[in-house]
């Protein structure tokens, strides 16, 4: 049997130009502009378009330096700029169709054998455009004791290049897209600050660092109706572009619920009844980050932590759904012995079947098993899906540096003792393991779903640094 | 000054472009291959759709039969027609891709100037007759005109609009009735290495076509809009053996025999390879399957010679504790069933049928000829 070694290859060439110019020392103009050529845009049959061009300009305006400013203001600085990046992607072979090589019937009658491939490529792929515009001030004043930066941007990006799910009566599974415009709008702050300084050498000092990000994804302009970015392992879990929704929308077969948001039960068995169709379950990207980091300087201690949080996004945990279908985990023990009556409601029909009313659910469940996979187990996206705000202890460490005057004799520049901690707690709704992961998937991360992942571990350490 | 910046900037670009002439054989996936021959894609797709069918027929066919009895009292067996959704997706998610190269095969040999050859395309039409009538068995109405023109040079289309099944089941006719006048005609070769069922044989091929035909006849002819035709149409091939040749002996039946090697990694093994022997064995046939089989004396399960080889009967079926006995199907749960007979593994690696009636025209009491 011969084996098949996977070649991947691609190859760009780029021209560059810029320009820069300055008025007075605090007036600064930087225009640029690039062609790019990249293979992985061109095909046999069409070999013209693999070129395209992008500008960029940057203003900024040295305020501290133009103006007298009162003298607490060490520093100022505006800035905006428009840019446009283009990127025909770094993934190969997306633009003509081939029969892939099946090695194993190699040895079968005389000659090579083939399979049609499953996901459909794009001849007219075209690169991907991102038009961004950014307005930023940068301050450090009171003696440079408080800084910030601040960002503001405003970026469309026009037909990104994926890879999206089709239905299979269409032939293929999936096929390579260039989805139509998100637009991304956001803010980004970042801020350092000294709160305590002791005035003689060696004395207190607190330095503190804030970062905080924001951003808002949103679907303007899309080739369909809505377009499927990735399937999830259960429950009809997907992630679903739709006009007006964001890239991170994620879809799932879910409770069926009564107008006022209650679960509605299945009166024969007291189960929770699942919708025919996927439902909105929540977006996949978090809305804000945030960042502190604190540093105490005490004559030769320095104790630093960091801590950091995201909120606004959740996910679907496939290790939930399986360990409840297994009965592993604590939810699933109320109702075992005695069954269950699930916290909702009951239709209320009329003679012809019709749903007149809601009353509240009182069947018992007894099939607790099935109750449990009904409210949360494969069938259910919903149910296993869980807000994936957390804040973390990411780090702490204290250093000991022991005087340079008891090293001088041994001719040794400094000594640091440590101890260390990272990724010391973590306060999260997310019930498994750690709301950060990311399952690769080709060279995608694929967020939102969550499927098995190992633990992350705690790291604690010491550590001991001699310079010479 | 500026002019010569101008000047070696236009040529550098002038350069650039030129070396981008090249890319379109940079970006030629080494991996893959743009054109093939029908035959190339012919075994394995022939092979791939008997892989999904009988890993259906053995998880799921065989439970709601009463074959087999997957003993258990938990949730979801399908012997106790507790049948989960997502059991719905598997023949659809499958087929479909399969129908790609079917129906590749079908364009090559239609339009290829390479590759041009009519005994293909019927081939191909009586396969792709074949999955579909699975399709619209199992989904009632299902993509069919529209189905498998993803591809942008087959019109793009990524939502193929339903059939009805009624109107499908009338395509395949013309289908196969095309087919039989192709492979009536075709005097093109079938690589006999490429092809596990026939070795090749067009003569085969059509009547194995045409009694496709027949069963797919057999399923309309109690629909009252249609028996008049369908019937008709059915005494017309069992009348006219030249026009239509009909599969009359053994020798003809369309068999896919797999190599019989163990290994799940050769070619043409069965896919059963790839299920565990303690797994293949697990469980247990259903009482009204083995039972019938053991009361009506069936040769099948008689283990000597000449209906068995080795003690092991055609079937591959093992005693169990309590004989040639099975568990009764959709029992209550709670109740004490034993396992008794069950598949042995060495069955795994046997042949496998394409489905074909034996002797329909016996069992439908249909005209003397046949």
Partial sequence: MQSFPYKSRFEYSSLYGIINAAYKNYFFIELSARRDWTSTLANPYRNNSVGFTYPSLNISYILSDAVKLPSSINYAKLRASYSNVGSGGTVPYRTSYGYGPLPVYDAYGNGNYYAAPSVLVKPDLKPLRTTSYEVGAEMQMFKRRFGFDIAAYMGNTKDQILQSIIDRSSGYSGEIINAGTVRNVGLEVAMNGTPVKAKKAGGFKWDINVTYSTNKNKIIDIPDSSVVLRTGAVGSGQIVAKVGGSMGDMYGRGFVRSPDGQVVFDPATGNAKITEEVVFIGNTMPIGKLSIQNAFTFKNFRLSTLFDGQWGAVGHSLMHYKMVEQGKLQVTVPGRYNGIIGNGVLEVLDASGQVTGYRKNDVVATDIDEYYRSMMGVDNAEGSSFSTDFIKFREARIDYTIPAAYLKKYRIDKITLGIYGRNLFIWSPWPMFDPEFGTLSGTDINQGFEIAQFPSTRTMGANLIITF | ?370
């Fill in chain 2, 1 to 370: 000054m500026i002019k010569n910046i101008l000047l070696g900037t236009l040529l550098l670009a002038f350069m650039l472009q030129s070396c981008t002439k090249r890319y379109d054989e940079i970006n030629t996936n080494p991996n893959l291959v743009p054109e093939v021959s029908p035959e190339q894609l012919f075994a394995p797709a022939l092979a791939s759709i008997l892989d999904i069918n009988m890993s259906r027929n053995r998880t799921f066919n065989n439970e709601l039969m009463q074959v087999t009895v997957n003993i258990g009292d938990g949730d979801g067996k399908v012997f106790r027609y507790d049948i989960r959704t997502t059991w719905g997706t598997q023949p659809w998610n499958n087929l479909y891709l399969e129908l790609t190269n079917l129906k590749n095969i079908y364009s090559i040999a239609d339009t290829s100037s390479r590759y041009k050859n009519d005994s293909y395309k019927g081939v191909s039409l009586i396969l792709q007759s074949w999955v579909y009538s699975i399709l619209t068995d199992t989904y009632g109405d299902i993509p069919y005109s529209e189905s498998n023109l993803g591809r942008l040079e087959d019109g793009a289309n990524r939502r193929p609009k339903f059939d009805k099944q009624k109107d499908i089941y009338m395509a395949i006719y013309d289908s196969l009735e095309i087919a039989n006048s192709i492979l009536a005609q075709s005097t093109d070769a079938i690589t006999s290495n490429s092809d596990p069922v026939f070795k090749g044989d067009v003569a085969k091929w059509r009547k194995f076509g045409n009694s496709l035909y027949l069963r797919l006849l057999l399923r309309l002819s109690g629909k009252s809009e249609v028996s008049a035709t369908v019937i008709s149409k059915f005494q017309n091939i069992v009348n006219n053996p030249v026009q239509y040749p009909i599969i009359s002996d053994n020798n003809e039946s369309a068999i896919l025999r797999w190599s019989g090697s163990a290994v799940a990694a050769e070619p043409m093994s069965s896919p059963f390879n790839n299920v565990r022997v303690q797994d293949f064995r697990s469980p247990g046939l259903g009482e009204f399957f083995i039972g019938n089989l053991r009361n009506w004396n069936s040769p099948l399960i008689q283990t000597n010679a000449p209906h068995g080889t080795n003690s092991i009967n055609r079937w591959g079926i093992a005693q169990g504790s309590n004989a040639w006995s099975g568990v009764p199907s959709g029992y209550a749960p709670g109740q004490d069933v034993t396992k008794s007979s069950y598949f042995l593994a060495a069955i795994r690696i046997h042949q496998t049928r394409l489905p074909l009636p034996e002797p329909i025209c016996k069992r439908n009491r249909l005209p003397a000829k046949c």
